[in-house]
């Protein structure tokens, strides 16, 4: 499950004079409604981006995927300067030009790391064909005999290739040609090294689990035992006996993996176990080598995640130092950029919210403090890098408004902060490899992705790189409603943040109906000043039938401090709950609006939001559809459920309160049950044991499952047929 302070916000959209309407009608009687068709046959509202761009290491140029190859481009002329390499030119030996999907250069980028054949696993894990063509020998290594393989990274120094097969972590050899296997007692379900488990790629968001020492002489590594992890079955189906898929997934209050974390050192192969303390039921988020070859740094955090040591592993001898310890009253976030070791500096800085907002902080590493860097009541939403040579951190920032994203630089000593990005909206930066260029790919609500080409210091503009002008044009003949945000206050006098869609020839005096959509799990963010693709253009064609579209993101969510988000611990749900029940109220004050026609929809934690709302709302809600939903937080897994609602031994009222499968006979409105049959995440078995419940309950209600989909219920044409499904529902219950 993604799986981060009340402002004013600025209304986007006037009301048209009621002597416009009918030249709003005629307007918009010339312009196309978007279709289903539009959204997921034919694909006519995609965006471009730029195909698989990378900064090389004179930042002064940049490489793109082309057809058949890899180009560089000059900053300076802002033409192509050489084909870096043609594809056919290469004795691709297992796999073929068309099947190559991406490319990663080594440190001096004498060689070139091609991967094909990707297959997904889970979220963020996949295994694919790799191969490593050298530039300089003109030589082509397949690695592991054309094998699918995962997570393969470079050496630092380019002479070597880490990657996991078989749950063991292997070292490929480019000088030699040659592969050793570090690890030999990989075992599905059982052993794993080098790559996570299922709950630590979901949870804590990465797959690769070792790290490359500066100097490429050693490998960190993860080793995770999920021997007495408990199974879960998924059935596949296709065939005239069913096969099972089984993997180890440890739901809350159950048993984890027991985690090591080793070093191995390359020249004498000796093999070093990390001293992580006499705890094993614990976690460790993240690993990375410090500015010393001989230091490794490991968080690591207790089961209820509200404490977080940073230790310092000597990898000599194994042993560990305390660095640094943060404790919270609730629960702790992780991220890749929560922790950035300097080069030239003894330093590490530290992402916290420790005052109430996550800020920057700069710490020696003997643990003790420096200073604040950046301060104030907004979130640092991200560290993109820090640019040492000129004493600037560049980081992302909801400063101008929780709404936005916008880059910042500053000093060290927390001072020079600066403003970079101008544009309305939110930013998606790409920094240049020594901080002289970024690229920009920012959108609003209403406006597609522009990705321009920046320079660094001031933000100023050099070259567009895309415009998406073509999805403009056609959206300039699409019949579209405009987006407006808005805020209101619950009845505790909180101001709560939201964006409604009206249709495009909206007549104030008439009553519409009102479809909301709501995620609302911990730190996430519905509404926000960016493009929606194709759930906003989804929305667009119901506001063409006559439906009023609105998300508000409650309590719990993120962008807005951490009392704000963290106010629904232990309790999940209740809080988040009312402000939904809150916004329904308050559109029903709205002269526009049917009272008694206001619907819910929302995926995962979406999908157990709505189903909340459908039962312990007290009828407010005509219609609700619940795609993947959680039913019972006891079936969901260790790492998420247990930071937000403690273990279920600890905490039983804050599992069972507020978990719909307990209120299926408080089942009002129409109700559409969605899933996958093979949802590795959401399993199926919440919404089994929910329509057990709701039989028992002499509850009626739709349900729709797709076989063999995961919890993106992608591929095919199942994303057309659930959308066609859900349109329909609307159109006959709301």
Known sequence: MIKLISTLIVILALYLPAFGQKEIKEENRKKTPVTLEDLWLKGTFMPQFPNEFRWMKDDHYYSVMEEGGIARYSIKNEQKVEDLVKLSAIPLKGMEVQEIESYEFNEDETKILLTAKSES??????????????????????LQEGKKISNATFSPNGTKVAYVFENNLYLYDLNLSESIAITTDGKNNAIINGATDWVYEEEFSFKTAFDWSPKSDRIAFYRFDESDVKEFSMEMYGSLYPTQYTFKYPKAGEKNALVDIYLYDIPSKKLIQADLGAVKDQYIPRIKWTQNN???????MNRLQNQ?????????????????????????????????FLKNHPDMLWLSEQNGFNHIYRYAMDGKLI????????????????????????????????????????????KGKTRITKATGTHDIT??????????????????GTTDLCEAKDGKVMKNLINNEALRKKLATTELGKPEFFTFKNDENIT??????????????????????????????TVQNQWGY?????????????????????????????????????????????????????????????????????????????????????????????????????????IYTERYLKTPQENAAGYDENSPINYAKDLKGNYLLVHGSADDNVHLQNSMEWITALVKSGKQFEMMVYPNKNHSIGGGAARYHLYSKMTDFILKNL
């Open 121 to 142: 696993i889970y979220r963020h894990s996949s295994k694919e064909v790799c191969a490593v063509w050298d530039r300089d020998k003109k030589k082509f290594h397949l």
């Open 294 to 300: 001989d230091i490794l740094a490991v968080m690591k």
């Open 308 to 340: 977080l040591d940073i230790i310092q592993i000597n990898a000599e001898t194994g042993k560990s130092t305390v660095m640094l310890t943060e404790k919270s009253n609730t629960y702790i976030d992780v991220s890749d950029d929560k922790w950035i």
């Open 371 to 414: 200073n604040q860097i950046t301060t104030g009541l907004f979130e640092v939403s991200s560290v993109l890098g820090v640019d040492e040579a000129n004493d600037r951190i560049y980081y992302l920032s909801t400063e101008i408004s929780p709404l936005e994203r916008h880059l910042y630089h500053i000093g060290l000593d927390g």
């Open 431 to 448: 920094l240049s490899s020594a901080y002289t260029y970024f690229v920009d790919s920012y959108s609003t609500m209403e406006i597609p």
């Open 496 to 525: 709560l943040n939201g964006w409604m869609i009206k249709p495009a020839d909206f007549q104030k005096n008439k009553k519409y109906p009102v479809l909301m959509y709501v995620y609302g799990g911990p730190g996430s963010q």
């Open 534 to 638: 194709s759930n906003y253009l989804w929305y667009q064609l119901l506001a063409s039938k006559g439906y009023i579209v609105v998300s508000v993101d409650g309590r719990g969510t993120g962008a807005r401090g951490a009392d704000f988000k963290k106010c629904t611990y232990a309790d999940m749900g209740k809080i988040e709950l009312h402000d939904q029940v809150e916004t329904a109220k308050y559109l029903q004050t709205l002269s526009y609006v049917d009272k008694n026609r206001i619907g819910i929809w929302g995926w995962s934690f979406g999908g157990y939001m709505t189903s909340l709302c459908l039962t312990k709302g007290n009828g407010i809600f005509k219609a609700g559809i619940a795609v993947a939903p959680v039913t019972n937080w006891r079936f969901y897994d260790t």
